[in-house]
Structures are given as C-alpha cells and as structure tokens.
C-alpha cells in the first residue's frame, strides 16, 4: 500500500485511517475514514472516543489484546498552524475507565504527512515489534533486539536501522513494557510524551515498542487565502504574547504558583514554602541549567527546554528539562529544593517512560506513609524516604522504573498502591478515580476542583483549564470578560462545563492549549477549522460538538460504572484546609458546585447524561 508521494490534501483530512490487527498482523487502510464521524467529532480525541466508544466492549480488560489503541490527528495537525498535536485514546488501566493522552512533539504531522489521519491498534503481537510508516507504506516490522532498551536508547537504534531522514518515532521504555500504570509513549529525539492515564502500558501489552512516521505529502487546506489570513492573525498574536514562555518556559510560573497557594507542597499537606521556592523558580532554572529553548511542530512559542546541569551531585544531567508540572511533582511536593534532582528525576522518567505527574505523586505518596510508619527500609532497598532527601527520593524513580520491590507496587499508582498497603495509607494517596493530581491546588481555585471531580480522564486541569480564567484568560465569546474571583463559588459550574465543552474542541482539533493561553481567541480557531475544512464553522457550532464529545466521554464512563460517587476528591483537599499561605482557610464547596454542574449538562442527580440530553446531542 503506497499514496503517491507529495499527494496534496485540499480540507485538512487524508480520509485514511490505519486499521492494525498485531495479532494476526493484518494492515489495511480504511479509505474515506469516518467522513460522517469526523463532521460531527471533528478528529483527534473527538473521533478517537467515538471509535472507542463503538467498538469497545464494557468491562473490557485494559491490558487484554480485545482494548484498542487509538491515535488520532486533527484537521489543523500538519498544517502550518503552530505546535499541532494528536490525541492516544483508549481504555486506562491506570483508572479503569476512559483513557486519553495528547502530545505535541512532531510524531503526530509526519503521520499526517504520511497519509494518514489516524492508527487502530488491536490485538498483541506474538513477539515484541515496531511499526514503520512511511508515505503510505506500512510495515510490522521485529523490535526484539528493542525490547528492554530505554527511551533514548531506541532512538539510537532506530536512527542506525531506518535510513530515511526526518522520521519521527513514539516509544515505551521497560515501564510500558512491564506494564507500568503509570506508564508514558515517547516521542524519541523530543522527549514530548503523551503521559497521562497509562497509555504506555496498553501499548506494551501489545507486544509494541515503537512507532516511526515520515511523510513528504502536502497537508492542503479548502481556502488557502482566508487560511493564510487566519494564520497571520494568530502568528501575531501568538508571538506578542508569549515571551515570558519562551524566556522562562512553563517552569515561569513555579514562583508564582507558590505566591496564591496553587503549588503543591509536602504531598499537599501545606501551601507556604517561599524562601525555598526561589531555588527551583523559573529564574533560577533559566540562570543555571537552561542551554536553549525548544520548540514543537511549526511553534513559535518555544516552551520547551533544553538543559545541562553543570554542577553539583547531578553534574552532566542533559537533554530535555522538566516542565513546571515536574519542577512541582519532584521539588515542592517532596520539600526538594535540588533542581540538579529534579531534572534528573525528569530524565528518569523519559528514559523509563513514565507519566512525570503521576511518578512525583506515588513518590510523595511513599514519603508520607515512609513518615508514618507505613513503609520502611526493608520495603525500599534501604533508601530513605525522607522529605527532601533528594537522593534517595530520585533512586526511587529508578525502583519504579524497573518495577523493582516496592517500585512494582508504587507504578500502577498511588490508588492501587494504597488499597494494598492499607494501614490508612488511603489517606496519602492523592489522586481522582485513580489519577494523581497534577501540580495545581483546588483549593486555590474553586473552579478546578469541579473540574478535576468531572473530568473524564480523571484529575487533570487540562480538560478544562477554567482556572486560567479565574486566574487572567479572558473567553470573550463565552462571556468572560474579566478575571473572576477564584474563591467565590457562584457561576463556576457553568464557567467549567463551558471549558471543558472549549477544551474538547481543541483535544479534537488538536491544537496547543498555550494558543489560548497566549492570546488566540474562540473565533481565531473557528475561522482557522472554516478554511481548512471548506466546512462553516462558527463559535456556537463547535462549543455544541464540544459538549456532544464531552457527554460520548462521560457515557463510555457511566458504561464502565462511573457515577456521582467518583466524582470527587481526596479527603485532604476537601476538609483539610491550609492554615497559612494563599489559600489559608479555604476549601472548596464541591457539592454545590456538583448539583449545579449536573443540571447544567443535563445530568441526573447521579451524574449520568438523561436521554433527552442525549437526544438533543444526536448521541441518543
């Protein structure tokens, strides 16, 4: 199977779509792909939860050969619109429910760029393998002589064995191999990774190492002239308003974080740490470990970094640095003020392949059962899980890595890790429906703690970034003029579904969140999706698909057993309320919230989507 190379595309589909079965090694290419589907979920992580939701028996195991592994582009992925992603959907193993993982990197429009929208992965190889797609040619091809190789050590290998240049390739490391539920894909060369929900370890079940893309084909659009235009406008916009992210990357906001109570400190048990902060800030991270900025696919932002550290115990650490969630997750969440540690934490974790948020909070985790009792030397090999011991705290990431003693129990998160432990370990383990939260307080903004109780992949700010609003982002087309006060309780649950409806459209699109962040508006997208598709897209019309995709989530959940009673957070965040610092005193008022939320979106008092919200989503 062979497209002509440098085939143009003229509406920002191929109208491919890879069907794989690894089992019996059949490759076929679905030919004018879910043309209907991809008009009403428009791509990315929209058409991929539809598939899922079709296809996927409930109760499926995730790691059994009958789970898919979803990867889909966008529309707006390999066009010239800036840092264009892909979304990896399919059912968790880390949470036992709706999976999604999304990245930036490159992978995803050399995929495009090959010919394909997107890749169905069923089934599990005999043997370990790796899949090489080039301009239209597939092949399964033997990863043996991979298997058990680190992330970069992949990189290495595919770079001696595959001749063409410019290729791009997703990886596990032995956590995905050893099927970790914490486990992350790769983007080798990169290090972007779609982290989140355990993807890696569905990938390892299936007996695949690796997936290499290169593509010479022009991704066209319906109207180039209005596209351009678009484009000029966002490019703009996008440039006045994001050097602090160039200069300083997200790690700028660490500082900052700790100032309103946002950062998470000694595993979010309390909110001020400001003399030590200073020493993992951005600033500093910029004067001391920064070689240059990174940029992903066509970006002009550049938030990524590259790093040497060049002193110190860490000395020659390198490569791709940590982003603020990691600066969070293996510095304040463990009272570590080593950032030589942290990025070699960091680099743990890409090397293995693993989810950075998660493996910072099962180390945390670890900590504070370590502090009472719970877990002893003889658990962990004779480290000290003492806060802030950064050398023992780092060698635990090599434990988890290589599922090795208490490592095996701590990488299938802290959840699973605390029902087996017990001993009122439950207590330290702070996750949503089995998730660890990432590096934002919701005490710090009452929005994002409805946002983390709903959110269908579990805790996750992503899914709805509302705490941007109450923090600075203005939605004009949504009615957000102004910031918000991020304590008050009234109008947040409306202000999260309109989010979390905001946030599906771009997994679907899929575009970078920090294009909001930076500027771009609702309308800006709309005229982009217009010019690309051929298709009249306005504001209203994608917000209503964006609810469609977010009820299809919820309902592939509700399939699986969810309900009101997991939408919800850790004992600690919700009755434990911070005695100094910038959340002092407060904690939010979720079951308000709750009750409003659900009848916004036209849920039952049990969080389940009635039929006639059904209905009048087309879902019914």
């Known amino acids: ?242 050097e602090g992210m160039r200069k300083y990357g997200t790690p700028g906001g660490t500082a900052p974080a700790e100032l309103t109570g946002d950062l998470p400190i000694k595993n979010w048990s309390v909110n001020s740490w400001r003399n030590e902060v200073e020493k993992i800030s951005g600033e500093t991270y910029a004067a001391t470990i920064l070689k240059k900025p990174a940029a992903c696919h066509r970006c002009s932002v550049a938030c990524k970094r590259e790093i040497e550290v060049k002193e110190g115990p860490y000395k020659g650490v390198e490569g791709h640095g940590p982003e603020y969630e990691t600066v969070a997750g293996f510095g304040s969440l463990l009272l570590n003020d080593n950032l030589g540690s942290i990025a070699y934490a960091n680099a743990l974790c890409t090397a293995y392949g693993m989810d950075t948020i998660s493996c910072g909070g099962v180390v945390a985790f670890a900590a ?63 996750n949503v429906k089995g998730m660890e939260l990432p590096a934002h307080d919701p005490r710090a903004y009452e929005s994002l703690a409805l946002g983390y109780a709903t959110a269908n992949r579990g805790a996750d700010h992503l899914t709805a970034c509302s705490h941007w609003v109450e923090r600075s982002t203005k939605i004009p087309e949504l009615g957000y003029l102004s910031t918000l006060d991020r304590f008050t309780t009234d109008g947040k649950a409306e202000l999260v579904a309109k989010m979390q409806n905001y946030m599906a459209v771009l997994d679907s699109l899929a575009l970078c969140k920090f294009d909001l962040f930076c500027g771009t508006t609702y309308t800006h997208i709309a005229n982009a999706l217009s010019a690309v598709t051929g298709i009249d897209w306005t504001v209203e019309k994608l917000q209503k698909t964006g609810e469609k995709i977010y009820n299809l989530k919820r309902m592939f959940n509700v399939r699986e057993g969810v309900s009101r009673k997991d939408d919800t957070l850790p004992e600690r965040i919700l009755t434990k309320p911070i005695v100094q610092g910038g959340t002092k005193d407060h904690v939010p008022n979720l079951e308000r919230m709750l009750n409003e939320y659900y009848e916004i979106r036209g849920w039952d008092e049990q969080g389940v989507p009635m039929e006639e919200t059904l209905e009048r989503l087309g879902l019914s």
Request: net charge neutral.
């Open 368 to 430: 504070e059962c370590y502090e009472h009792g719970i877990i002893t030397k003889n658990d962990t090999e004779g480290l000290s899980l003492e806060w802030g011991n950064h050398k023992d705290l780092v060698s635990l990431v090599e434990l988890i890595g290589e599922r090795r003693g208490i490592g095996k129990l701590l990488g299938d998160g802290s959840k699973v890790a605390s029902q087996k432990l017990g001993r009122g370990s439950e207590r330290f383990a702070i």
């Open 1 to 242: 199977m062979r497209l002509e190379t440098r085939m143009a595309f003229q509406n920002g589909y191929t109208g491919r779509v890879l069907r794989i079965n690894l089992s019996t090694e059949s490759i076929r290419t679905i030919e004018g792909a879910y043309v209907e589907d991809r008009e009403r979920f428009i791509g990315g992580s929209g058409l991929a939860a539809k598939v899922l939701f079709d296809e996927l028996k409930p109760k499926t195991d995730p790691l059994g050969q009958d789970n898919l592994l979803i990867f889909m582009a966008g529309p707006l992925t390999g066009t010239s619109w800036p840092s264009t992603r892909y979304a990896v959907v399919c059912k968790s193993p880390l949470t036992g429910m709706y999976g999604e993982a999304t990245a930036s990197g490159h992978w995803g429009p050399q995929l495009k760029m090959a010919g394909y929208d997107g890749m169905i992965l069923e089934g599990r190889a005999e043997n370990p393998v790796y899949i090489w797609v080039s301009d239209g040619e597939v092949e399964i091809r033997d990863a043996s002589h991979l298997w058990g190789m680190k992330v970069h050590e992949v990189g290495e290998a595919l770079k001696r064995e595959i001749k063409e240049s410019g290729f791009k390739a997703l990886t596990i490391g032995p956590a995905g191999e050893r099927l970790a539920g914490i486990a992350a894909i790769i983007e080798c060369y990169h290090g972007s990774a779609c982290a989140r929900c355990g993807v890696g370890a569905v990938m390892g079940s299936k007996n695949l190492k690796a997936i290499a893309a290169r593509g010479t084909s022009i991704v066209g659009v319906a109207k180039e002239e209005e596209y351009k235009a678009v484009l000029r406008n966002g490019l703009v916009t996008l440039t006045q308003n994001s």
